[in-house]
Each structure stands twice: as structure tokens, then as C-alpha cells.
């Protein structure tokens, strides 16, 4: 079981940047993918930002060039740091760990409760 606790989340101006945290505890196993997902007011939560313990990483279309996501295996880590936010990347963003296991690759994933950025005036 891997218990994931979100943070850095708040209240920013559209051009500023946030620094949002994961910090995963449990029973973490090394070939966890992580990633960090969002969602909207009336929305569906959509992928943001994954990166795999090798450190490949995939952004959605709406942030790339803005957004990087990283991670500290040893500390059990991830990050994602938020630039030249907009009004529309206003969302609960929630961190989540994600693996395969077994012969018939079931997936098990792993959410955060999620910390709010709020991006307006």
C-alpha cells in the first residue's frame, strides 16, 4: 500500500508559478511510473505530466513548455513545477503512482487526496 500526500498548492496570478510536491510513503516499489493529474470544475480529471523511474517524462499538449515534472526516487519525490500559469490550469491536482503486476498486467494505482491551485486575479 502507498499512501501519497500532495502539496504547494494555493492561490497564484495568471504568469506566476507554483511548485507542487508528492510525497509517498508505504510500501513504494521502484518500478512505480508517477504522475500528476487534474481536474476542473465540471471537467474530467485529465492527465498532466507522468515520468517513469527512469526518468522519462510526458506532458499533456496544454502544458508543455510550461510545466516539468520530476522525481526523487531515494526520497520518493515528485514534483511538478507549474509556470506561466493561466486561469484554465485552475483545477485540484492530485499526484498519483502507477504500476502493472501479474501475468495479466493488472494495473494498480495510487492517488493523493489533491491540493487546489487556484489561478486568477
Known amino acids: 500500500q502507498v499512501q501519497l500526500v500532495e502539496s504547494g498548492g494555493g492561490l497564484v496570478q495568471p504568469g506566476g508559478s507554483l511548485r507542487l510536491s508528492c510525497a509517498a510513503s508505504?510500501?513504494?516499489?521502484?518500478?512505480?511510473?508517477k504522475g500528476w493529474y487534474r481536474q476542473a470544475p465540471g471537467k474530467q480529471r485529465e492527465l498532466v505530466a507522468t515520468?517513469?523511474?527512469?526518468?522519462?517524462?510526458n506532458l499533456a499538449d496544454s502544458v508543455k513548455g510550461r510545466f516539468t515534472i520530476s522525481g526523487d526516487n531515494v526520497k520518493n519525490m515528485v514534483y511538478l513545477e507549474m509556470n506561466s500559469l493561466k486561469p484554465e490550469d485552475t483545477a485540484v491536482y492530485y499526484c498519483?503512482?502507477?504500476?502493472?503486476?501479474?501475468?495479466?498486467?493488472?494495473?494498480?494505482?495510487?492517488w493523493g487526496k489533491g491540493t487546489l491551485v487556484t489561478v486568477s486575479s
Open positions: 515520468i517513469t523511474n527512469g526518468d522519462m517524462t
Open positions: 508505504g510500501s513504494i516499489l521502484s518500478y512505480y511510473s
Open positions: 498519483n503512482f502507477h504500476r502493472v503486476v501479474g501475468p495479466n498486467s493488472y494495473a494498480m494505482d495510487y
